[in-house]
């Protein structure tokens, strides 16, 4: 999907397309949580990036919230590609929004949107932009590195409660302890399993997702409507993200 993005240290000359990630935790959902983005360059190396705490908070606040901080700190006139790992938050302004406008910021079961001043001030700096939004599956062995870089950095505000980022020239996330995308290899971040999100088709990768032939409610305390993405969590049925 394109909307757009860009980058603030491009001042002056020709504006070239750049490829970030950004990526949201909470540990207990809702609880400690935190925000990250980094942008790289072509080998899938880290060249600026930025993390901060949120308090208590759930997920998908902190995907939105990663997504948001990543589009404020990006100049309005550089085309970008934004890799990301929550189907929710991608969906949401890609998928979702459009409808959710047209009926008054609620959703298919008329209830209102969750999350709304996030998604409202998302769409507001998506606006003009050239955005192409990809879906990474996470914590993958051979995964994206610039997703597994801002999974790590959220991962560690959530953590420490602290900011951190290039331009506080703070050390880079330690690796996950579980290893995962750690042993991934530092080709081109382009290839892979990157694959890119058309509006109202559903991204692939695991795991498994279907329609929800009714409303429901997911574990993380939010409902759902019948005909939104849900997957089998350990106790039930609810959001792909929140599994």
């Given at each position: 999907?394109?909307?757009?993005?860009?980058?603030?240290?491009?001042?002056?000359?020709?504006?070239?397309?750049?490829?970030?990630?950004?990526?949201?935790?909470?540990?207990?959902?809702?609880?400690?949580?935190?925000?990250?983005?980094?942008?790289?360059?072509?080998?899938?190396?880290?060249v600026r990036w930025e993390a901060g705490p949120l308090g208590v908070?759930?997920?998908?606040?902190?995907?939105?919230?990663?997504?948001?901080?990543?589009?404020?700190?990006?100049?309005?006139?550089t085309p970008m590609e934004i890799r990301m790992d929550s189907q929710?938050?991608?969906?949401?302004?890609?998928?979702?929004?459009?409808?959710?406008?047209?009926?008054?910021?609620?959703?298919?079961?008329?209830?209102?949107?969750?999350?709304?001043?996030?998604?409202?001030?998302?769409?507001?700096?998506?606006?003009?932009?050239?955005?192409?939004?990809?879906?990474?599956?996470?914590?993958?062995?051979?995964g994206d590195p610039l997703n597994d870089f801002a999974d790590r950095?959220?991962?560690?505000?959530?953590?420490?409660?602290?900011?951190?980022?290039?331009?506080?020239?703070?050390?880079?996330?330690?690796?996950?302890?579980?290893?995962?995308?750690?042993?991934?290899?530092?080709?081109?971040?382009?290839?892979?399993?990157?694959?890119?999100?058309?509006?109202?088709?559903?991204?692939?990768?695991?795991?498994?997702?279907?329609?929800?032939?009714?409303?429901?409610?997911?574990?993380?305390?939010?409902?759902?409507?019948?005909?939104?993405?849900?997957?089998?969590?350990?106790?039930?049925?609810?959001?792909?993200?929140?599994?």
């Amino acid at each position: 999907m394109c909307r757009t993005a860009p980058a603030d240290w491009h001042d002056q000359g020709v504006v070239e397309r750049i490829i970030a990630a950004c990526d949201g935790a909470s540990k207990g959902n809702p609880g400690p949580a935190g925000w990250a983005w980094v942008v790289g360059e072509g080998s899938g190396e880290p060249v600026r990036w930025e993390a901060g705490p949120l308090g208590v908070a759930t997920n998908n606040v902190a995907e939105l919230t990663a997504l948001e901080r990543l589009l404020a700190a990006v100049a309005p006139d550089t085309p970008m590609e934004i890799r990301m790992d929550s189907q929710y938050a991608m969906k949401a302004v890609t998928t979702w929004l459009p409808g959710w406008k047209r009926k008054g910021w609620k959703t298919a079961a008329g209830k209102p949107v969750a999350n709304q001043d996030l998604v409202v001030r998302i769409d507001e700096l998506l606006t003009g932009r050239t955005v192409e939004f990809r879906y990474v599956p996470a914590h993958q062995v051979g995964g994206d590195p610039l997703n597994d870089f801002a999974d790590r950095a959220a991962s560690q505000a959530a953590v420490l409660q602290q900011p951190a980022g290039s331009a506080l020239d703070s050390p880079k996330p330690p690796p996950s302890p579980t290893g995962g995308a750690r042993r991934m290899s530092t080709a081109a971040p382009a290839a892979g399993p990157v694959v890119t999100v058309a509006a109202g088709k559903k991204a692939p990768g695991p795991p498994r997702t279907l329609k929800a032939k009714f409303p429901g409610r997911c574990r993380c305390g939010r409902s759902y409507a019948a005909g939104e993405p849900i997957t089998r969590n350990d106790d039930g049925w609810g959001h792909p993200d929140c599994r």
